[in-house]
């Protein structure tokens, strides 16, 4: 008999929620990945611009020059990147002390405001977890306790919050950026440099009267 039709109206709700919630889970780690590589390929094309000239001009003729040059490229460059977000972190924390100094409200969670601006949901209200041959798995969507309300007392910790996350997701992008340069260039340094026969052929030097006892020039 079916398996499906052995299973009780809860069990069938739950498996077929969880099954909605897992594609909409891999969909949304599909589109960050995406995203992801996206960037990481644009900051992978912005370390070719670091080192091209360098590399053009013979500058640096070994990979051990070439890496060295363009990490200290990279490194300068996540100084330079990274100035903003700690800006904005910088602003959000001066933010905090001169509110905590005007009120004395030193202890408060600003983050548990920040919720104020967001639906809540109740996750441990009855029938939403049940249990499915001994795993725990949503059998409903929760309900909403929780709906956006905006608190005027609370707008210093708003725009607090909001500078934060903009800063550490700023950084993190950064951080991203310095990464994906680092591979890139270390990459470049060994592919420039390498020596190949892949596309070479014996028969042309023949042609153009190539023996053991002639060999080419060095450097031909």
């Known amino acids: 008999m079916n398996l499906v039709l052995l299973l009780s109206e809860a069990d069938r709700r739950s498996l077929i929620i969880g099954l909605v919630i897992l594609v909409i889970l891999l969909l949304f780690v599909g589109l960050f990945g995406g995203l992801c590589h996206y960037i990481f390929e644009r900051q992978a094309d912005r370390a070719e611009g ?64 920040f919720g104020d601006l967001f ?20 059998a409903a969507f929760p309900p909403v306790n929780h709906y956006p309300e905006f608190h005027l007392e609370h707008l210093c910790h708003y725009i607090e919050c909001f500078l934060f996350i903009v800063a ?26 390498k020596s190949s026969l892949k596309d070479y052929k014996a028969r042309e030097d023949m042609d153009v009267h190539v023996t053991p006892d002639k060999p080419l020039p060095p450097g031909e």
């Not at 990274?82 to 001066?94: D, E």
């Not at 949901?121 to 725990?136: E, K, T």
């Open 119 to 138: 639906f809540g949901w109740d996750w441990n209200a009855d029938g939403v977890i049940v249990s499915f041959f001994g795993l725990p798995l949503i």
């Open 50 to 113: 670091f080192i091209d000239n360098v590399v053009r001009a013979h500058v640096v003729n070994t990979p051990k020059e070439l890496r060295k040059f363009g990490f200290k490229k990279n490194n300068r460059a996540l100084f330079r990147d990274s100035l903003w977000p700690f800006l904005v972190a910088l602003i959000a924390l001066t933010t905090w002390i001169i509110e905590n100094l005007a009120t004395a409200n030193w202890g408060t969670n600003i983050f548990e405001d």
């Open 168 to 193: 550490i997701a700023w950084y993190a992008y950064v951080c991203q950026g310095y990464i994906a340069r680092h591979v890139r260039i270390d990459s470049l340094s060994r592919s420039i440099f």
